[in-house]
T-cell receptor, first 113, second 112 residues
Framework: DTAVSQTPKYLVTQMGNDKSIKCEQNLGHDTMYWYKQDSKKFLKIMFSYNNKELIINETVPNRFSPKSPDKAHLNLHINSLELGDSAVYFC????????????FGSGTRLTVV | AQTVTQSQPEMSVQEAETVTLSCTYDTSESDYYLFWYKQPPSRQMILVIRQEAYKQQNATENRFSVNFQKAAKSFSLKISDSQLGDAAMYFCAANSGYALNFGKGTSLLVTP
């Protein structure tokens, strides 16, 4: 019973393509997040949704569009992929302002060629 | 805004020895929480330990403990009796609002 599951785990695609990464959590959390981990392992928040509403939208190109159909799902759609989008993308969930920390998915390694 | 700084890109420790990973942070919040996450080569993010800023007592989880110095805004992680399985990237993180902010990580090598 995976708590936060992301699909796919690996994604290789050509420049200019559009791709989506899906995320689902079964923990009953009300907040979900997308993080990007670059080649130097730095983790940076991209988006955060609380009860399907966007509450954090960091400086991210508008080619990235999150969508939250319900509290348990947060998908990430990326248009016109560029080489610099290659990274590992992590989904996470928590209760808002939870002291217990976040639960992370296993990550999606995106490679743009 | 918060910033989290890990000044040690790499650390090395021998099996069974003790190692301390450093972390400092900057925040204007009065209520916040601090975390250490471990990321092994499998890339899974694993919560190691957490600390509520309002608690003076340092958190401990088995071989892992923290030294929380609130006035100095310092939050170091001590790993005792190091094991080969402790080899990983370790990230310090702070949360006082709507997201975790991470440091750049420390790569820990454990040698036999």
């Amino acid at each position: 019973d995976t708590a936060v599951s992301q699909t796919p785990k690996y994604l290789v695609t050509q420049m200019g393509n559009d791709k989506s990464i899906k995320c689902e959590q079964n923990l009953g959390h009300d907040t979900m997040y997308w993080y990007k981990q670059d080649s130097k392992k730095f983790l940076k928040i991209m988006f955060s949704y609380n009860n399907k509403e966007l509450i954090i939208n960091e400086t991210v190109p508008n080619r990235f569009s999150p969508k939250s159909p319900d509290k348990a799902h947060l998908n990430l759609h990326i248009n016109s992929l560029e080489l610099g989008d290659s990274a590992v993308y992590f989904c996470a969930s928590s209760h808002l302002r939870d002291t217990g920390g976040y639960t992370f998915g296993s990550g999606t390694r995106l490679t743009v060629v | 805004a918060q910033t989290v700084t890990q000044s040690q890109p790499e650390m090395s420790v021998q099996e069974a020895e003790t190692v301390t990973l450093s972390c400092t942070y900057d925040t204007s919040e009065s209520d916040y929480y601090l975390f250490w996450y471990k990321q092994p080569p499998s890339r899974q993010m694993i919560l190691v330990i957490r600390q509520e800023a309002y608690k003076q007592q340092n958190a401990t989880e088995n071989r892992f403990s923290v030294n929380f110095q609130k006035a100095a805004k310092s939050f170091s992680l001590k790993i005792s009796d190091s094991q080969l399985g402790d080899a990983a990237m370790y990230f310090c993180a702070a949360n006082s609002g709507y997201a975790l902010n991470f440091g750049k990580g420390t790569s820990l090598l454990v040698t036999p």
